[in-house]
């Protein structure tokens, strides 16, 4: 069976340092990835031409886009491509985090998930192309399995704490 693509389509390459996130929580979960720089307000023609490319491409494939700002990116994707899309923006702290809000709201008939943490976004990726791919759901379970392990492993430590120490 062809191996399944995540592509990452970042608007800048200042991106760069979200992108590597999104990229070792895809490596975790054993996925292929090919990382891009497109930006639907700067260089649409390259954009339209590199999202031709991938969608000639028969692998099952998810985008993720990571465009800050004002993320025109992630809808113009979306609208153009059949696979799935996840917008996976960057956080910025600047004027209350109203970036956010361009990623939020599309015009009719566009429809990128969003997913604002990186794992989150690449754990999103692993589900959809697991509907159909035995060995990616496997690795999301153990995925799972290993984040209750955690959980549990932190509650038994914990709980051996004395209660003057708990707060600590
Ligand atoms: N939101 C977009 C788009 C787009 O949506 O087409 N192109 C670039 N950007 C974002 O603008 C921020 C600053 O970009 P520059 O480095 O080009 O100034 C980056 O986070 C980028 O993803």
Known sequence: MTRPLVVILMGSRSDLEHARAVIRALE???LDWELRVASAHKVPDH?????????????PKVYITIAGRSN???????????????ACPPISE???GADIFSSLR??????????LDPAGA???AAKILGLCDAAIRERVAALQARGRQRLLADDAEIRALRPAAQGT
């Not at 954009?47 to 692998?59: K, N, V």
């Open 106 to 115: 599309m015009p009719g008939g566009i429809a990128p998930a969003v997913v």
């Open 122 to 124: 690449a754990l999103l």
């Open 28 to 30: 975790e979960l054993g």
């Open 94 to 96: 600047a004027f209350g």
């Open 47 to 59: 954009l339209l031409d590199l999202l031709r490319g991938y969608e000639a491409d028969s692998r």
């Open 72 to 86: 025109a990116l992630s809808g113009m994707v979306d609208g153009q491509v059949l696979a799935p899309v996840i």
